[in-house]
Nanobody
């Protein structure tokens, strides 16, 4: 059974950093497009970042550009979201998602409906 498991969330002070991990089992991430989304209380789920199946294309929401970095380690079958200079408005549940398989895909997908598989989410709270 394909599965995605996020980890790495927690409580951090403004200006701090966290690295979220998204470990895949039951399928290999290197032929899947990856997306990170977040959902704050009372708000819709929104795109944070995406990575194409080939790994050659990335996209970031304007609110996180220059602070967050998406990546994938094929050897560990894990995707990551490095989050630096965190702000209180980054507080949300963060989800990773995968779409595929996509072979040599260069498109980045930004809508939740584009994705086949989802993790359970990890809470990120930015507060002093």
């Amino acid at each position: 059974q394909p599965q995605l498991v996020e980890s790495g969330g927690g409580l951090v002070q403004p200006g701090g950093s966290l690295r979220l991990s998204c470990a895949a089992s039951g399928f290999t991430l290197d032929v899947y497009a990856i997306g990170w989304f977040r959902q704050a209380p009372g708000k819709e789920r929104e795109e944070v970042s995406c990575l194409s199946g080939s790994g050659g294309t990335t996209d970031y929401a304007d609110s996180v550009k220059g602070r967050f970095t998406i990546s994938r380690d094929n050897a560990k079958n894990t995707a990551y979201l490095q989050m630096n200079n965190l702000k209180p408005e980054d507080t949300a549940i963060y989800y990773c998602a995968a779409r595929g398989p996509i072979f040599q895909g260069f498109k980045c997908y930004v809508r939740p409906s584009d994705y086949n598989w989802w993790g359970q989410g990890t809470q990120v709270t930015v507060s002093s």
